[in-house]
């Protein structure tokens, strides 16, 4: 069956095959598009029989547009919308047919759009479907047009809806959280009703993230079906699975409806974000490696080896100068660091996080002759350099409030309130958005900066925008993500040797659509090695490990106080992408030359770690044993990461078994001796030497010549 998009004018139906899958919809008599199938491959003519009206009763009288493509509000549908809006006359209802369809072309991957009329108001949806077919994915967003010349009003805009086949059984897989423990998986069986993930925020968030999976609760990491989605949005958004009383299940996803309008011009459009789909017949696992795939190979913006960083930030706090920074500097180039960082502290009266945010000079007092005396000493030194911003948010005791005190998002009678001593800049403000382009330029015009930390600590509050159209203001959510991808793009367009970290107080802004701009993102505030192996566990299910800046810190860490040894956190770290983030200055010579023996190992496995498959070995989590593989390419170079939580009773641990070896070649595992071949390694496993508590282990598997 070729890999494209189909359509069959006698039967009315669309069809897009991909490697894993088919996806079909029609047009059925009433001029509606209404969802067949998706699943394993089947042909135009296995699904044509779907493509029928249905009824209960008079008060379940179009049960087909309970399985409707893109479900508008209006008529006689009760289930989530995906578009409601409310015409210049009052009317909120919306009555559409199909109107035609293109196909094309582009970059050698085929898009279908499907342009759906109201029958009465110049209101016109475009359903937009770009095919991945070598990953199995479906790229879906939405244009929705004013072909005429009084303003509608989008009160809600999804970007698409996923209609999921019957199970006995669903279960809706996704991540919750919070500061400092983010990503934690969780699942829930689908009952008759609605289960919304969201954010309100105004960022992407870490008590959710906008990601999911359905499977008929037998899914496992390595086996069954699992159909998933993750929509590319940055601002508030909106997952809702419903399940109705007939057995309909249905995910709609995008921009959160929550105290959200947007004022639809006459000529104008608006575009809803992305919101990838895809079926995978190999469970969890497959699921994830087709997400990663798809983010090296569409979504960032560039694909180079991620640098082992020092991040300056636990070692100095808010007191940084240049005696400081130079003596880490030195400290982290004989540990084989390659970019040095320095966080907050260098610039305004910016000692406490009480003061200085938004005055973005360099402080005189902390770096005498300026940046560029550091910056130099740090190439000298065979590192490049990098710098922590964060352009959003602004302290009330600083120079730039004092000028500006009406660029805060406020209400005129309510109090600002102040999270972290903080408040938000209006970005979309053209004058705002002009002084975080220009102060940006001009540092890294000044100086040679190869490397931004860019984070945001502070959610949304009192939301109203200072001379902004009073019947507008609720398009604060939406215009603060769009201009943030403006100032993104147009800095990466300006500095394209730049290289961009997405943080949100950790992990509050990771999603695929920052990810079109970042390089990578910091997942979480919490460096405790242990935790991070569940919130790296949770980033893994959608995020690829390139993307996931990972640190070792000190021992005890300050968030459980727990004990670790130096090897425990370099292998959790190694695990993504690696980052040194302690007081190297109070560090031995010792413990100096420890460090630089494993950022060494780090770099002759990386490019299995950042570009190979992912695959989470997952039978001894119930011995406390979290296990990782890292396989290469073409299957002959593999790397191991697993850790012990507590041994009990003093039992051995059973053998690990391996994936993704080719089971006819023989193997070497790096420092023990034998050969095992790929049959063994995976069907018998292998023995893990783990013992204790807080142990571990990295072994290289490679296919003996």
Known sequence: MKLAIHFDEKLRIFAIHTQHCSYLFGVNDKGKLQHLYWGPQVSIEDAAPLLRASSHSSFDAELDREAEEYSFWGGVSYTEPSLKVRMPDGVRDLDVDYAGHTVSKQDGKETLTISLKDKVYPLETVLVYRVIPEHGLIERHTVIRNTGQQEIILENMQSA???????????????????????????????????????????????????????????????????????????????????????????????????????????????????VGGYSPGGFGGMSRQLHRYQ???????????????????????????????????????????????????????????????????????????????????????????????????????????????????????????????????????????????????????????????????????????????????????????????????????????????????????????????????????????????????????????????????????MNKRRVSLKYRFHSAMTGTLGIGSNLNGWSDEQIAETASYVEQYKQIRHLVQFGDQYRLSSLEDKGVTAIQYAGGDGSDHVLFAFLHSQKLGEPLPRLRLKSLKPEKTYAIEGLSGLWSGRALMNIGIELPLRGDFDSLMYRIRESI
């Not at 603060?480 to 147009?490: N, R, V």
């Open 296 to 558: 090296y190979d569409y979504v960032l913006p560039r694909s180079e080896t991620r640098k082992v960083l020092y991040n300056s930030w636990e070692a100095t706090y808010f007191d940084v100068n240049v005696k400081d920074q130079m003596a880490l500097a030195e400290r982290a180039a004989k540990a084989g660091v390659e970019l040095f960082v320095v966080d907050d502290g260098w610039f305004g009266a910016r000692n406490h996080d009480r003061a200085g945010l938004g005055d973005w000079q360099v402080n005189k007092e902390k770096f005498p002759n300026g940046l560029n005396q550091l910056i130099g000493r740090v190439h000298e030194l065979g590192m490049e350099f990098g710098l922590w911003v964060e352009p959003e948010s602004v302290n009330p005791d600083s120079d730039l409030y004092r000028a500006h005190p009406d660029w805060v998002y406020h209400f005129e009678t309510r109090e600002r309130t102040e999270l972290r001593n903080q408040l938000l800049l209006n970005i979309s403000k053209p004058e705002v958005k002009a002084y975080i382009l220009q102060f940006m330029t001009e540092l890294l015009e000044e100086h040679e900066i190869k490397f931004i930390k860019w984070d945001m600590n502070r959610t949304i509050s009192e939301p109203g925008m200072k001379d902004h159209p009073l019947n507008r203001q609720k398009e604060i959510w939406v215009r603060h993500a769009l201009t943030l991808y403006e100032i993104w793009d147009e800095l990466r367009r300006r500095f394209p040797q730049v290289e961009f970290e997405t943080c949100a107080g950790g992990g509050s802004r990771i999603d695929l659509g920052i990810f079109r701009y970042a390089d990578q993102s910091w997942p979480s505030d919490n460096t405790d090695p242990f935790d991070r192996l569940s919130i790296q566990k949770g980033f893994s299910y959608t995020y690829a490990p390139r993307m996931m800046t990972c640190w070792v810190t000190e021992s005890p860490t300050g």
């Open 161 to 275: 809806a996923w209609s999921l086949p019957y199970l006995p059984e669903t279960r809706m897989t996704h991540v919750t959280g919070k500061w400092s423990g983010e990503f934690q998986l969780r699942s829930t069986f689908l009952t008759e009703g609605k289960k919304v993930i969201e954010s309100r925020r105004g960022f992407t968030d870490s008590h959710a993230n906008p990601w999911f999976a359905v499977d008929d609760g037998k899914a496992t990491e390595d086996a069954g079906q699992v159909w998933f989605g993750a929509l590319a949005w940055s601002g508030n958004w909106k997952i809702t699975a419903e399940k109705t009383a007939f057995n309909h299940v249905r995910v709609t996803g995008g921009i959160n409806d929550f105290d959200n309008e947007w004022v639809l011009g006459g000529g104008e459009s608006f575009q809803t974000p992305v919101f």
